[in-house]
């Protein structure tokens, strides 16, 4: 995975982990993952996303990932949980938090390994 992120994941990686976390795209997009902008250039010149970006992507398909498996892969809940402002981010939402760094993408999985161990989150 790690050479993957270093060369770039392909733009469509973004339209695949929205269709993975939300089949009806009814509370993601890929420009919420990536920028709409971002997305057209790098398509239109058959570009895959950067090492920045592909990191970025990354952390927030950890944080999906791990989400579903708390909510035993209820996608309804779990986007729920995800556009949720919650008291320990500082009232921001998991997502939110998740697609603004690597590092807030870190305290949402931590956040869930708590709650995964049983501590009150």
């Given at each position: ?50 090492k920045d970006e592909s990191e970025k992507l990354y952390a927030f398909a950890r944080v999906v990932v791990e ?39 870190e305290a949402v999985m931590k956040m869930l390994l708590r ?7």
């Amino acid at each position: 995975m790690a050479a993957k992120v270093q060369r770039g994941f392909p733009v469509s990686a973004a339209t695949r982990i929205v269709r993975f976390i939300d089949p009806r795209g009814e509370a993601f997009a890929p420009t919420d993952l990536v920028p709409k902008s971002t997305l057209a250039k790098r398509k239109k010149d058959k570009q895959p996303l950067t090492k920045d970006e592909s990191e970025k992507l990354y952390a927030f398909a950890r944080v999906v990932v791990e989400t579903l498996r708390l909510y035993h892969d209820d996608r309804e809940r779990a986007v729920r949980f995800l556009n949720t402002a919650h008291p320990l981010l500082d009232d921001r939402s998991p997502a939110e938090l998740a697609l603004e760094t690597t590092a807030g993408a870190e305290a949402v999985m931590k956040m869930l390994l708590r709650a995964d161990a049983s501590v009150a989150v």
